[in-house]
Antibody
Framework: QVQLQESGPGLVKPSETLSLTCTVSGDSISSYYWSWIRQPPGKGLEWIGYIYYSGSTCYNPSLKSRVTMSVDTSKKQFFLKLSSLTAADTAVYYC????????????WGKGTTVTVSS | EIVLTQSPGTLSLSPGERATLSCRASQSVSSSYLAWYQQKPGQAPRLLIYGASSRATGIPDRFSGSGSGTDFTLTISRLEPEDFAVYYCQQYGSSLPFGQGTKVEIK
């Protein structure tokens, strides 16, 4: 059974860069896209972007200038970096398996809470 | 970029009633790329419907999806206590936007 687990710092300072890791277990990393999604407190879902095992990426245009995604297939991990943080980036960050043909997210991690504060 | 607008914002219903949730796209989209998710407080979203009308694995048949073009609907035929949650639609275009969500609450 495929499982995803997010990890990273719970607290980061404004203007710094957030680094998150998503570890995949129970499935191949090469047959899907892998997305990051976030949810500010009390608000809706915002798709950040996805990455393929080859390293090709697609980012939300509204975040593109600040987002970098990468992948380590040997460790079955993929990564999110979000730079120039502000309080508006405070959110629960989820990683999710994304089906390549129809782009829906069928397996989600539990999410990790990130607070941006000095 | 496609914008998805969900209505109503909140739906107040009783268990056993029928729920009809709407998702409207700012431009015509392929129904193959329309998905619905359920999210309960403190939990990650769960995929309900993909391809506008196909139920995901393990999803009860009281959940159904329909629509095409710019108008899509999620229907819950008879609400069970565990169905009270927030529901999001999501579409593939140049990105993967979500709608703003519809909360189904107990009346």
């Amino acid at each position: 059974q495929v499982q995803l687990q997010e990890s990273g710092p719970g607290l980061v300072k404004p203007s710094e860069t957030l680094s998150l890791t998503c570890t995949v277990s129970g499935d191949s990393i090469s047959s899907y896209y892998w997305s990051w999604i976030r949810q500010p407190p009390g608000k809706g879902l915002e798709w950040i972007g996805y990455i393929y095992y080859s390293g090709s990426t697609c980012y939300n245009p509204s975040l593109k200038s600040r987002v970098t995604m990468s992948v380590d297939t040997s460790k079955k991990q993929f990564f999110l970096k979000l730079s120039s943080l502000t309080a508006a980036d405070t959110a629960v960050y989820y990683c999710a398996r994304t089906q390549m043909r129809y782009y829906y997210m069928d397996v989600w991690g539990k999410g990790t809470t990130v607070t941006v504060s000095s | 970029e496609i914008v998805l607008t969900q209505s109503p914002g909140t739906l107040s219903l009783s268990p056993g009633e029928r729920a009809t949730l709407s998702c409207r796209a700012s431009q015509s989209v392929s129904s193959s790329y329309l998905a619905w998710y359920q999210q309960k407080p403190g939990q990650a979203p769960r995929l309900l419907i993909y391809g506008a009308s196909s139920r995901a694995t393990g999803i009860p048949d009281r959940f159904s999806g329909s629509g095409s073009g710019t108008d899509f609907t999620l229907t819950i035929s008879r609400l069970e206590p565990e169905d009270f949650a927030v529901y999001y639609c999501q579409q593939y275009g140049s990105s993967l936007p979500f709608g703003q969500g519809t909360k189904v609450e107990i009346k």
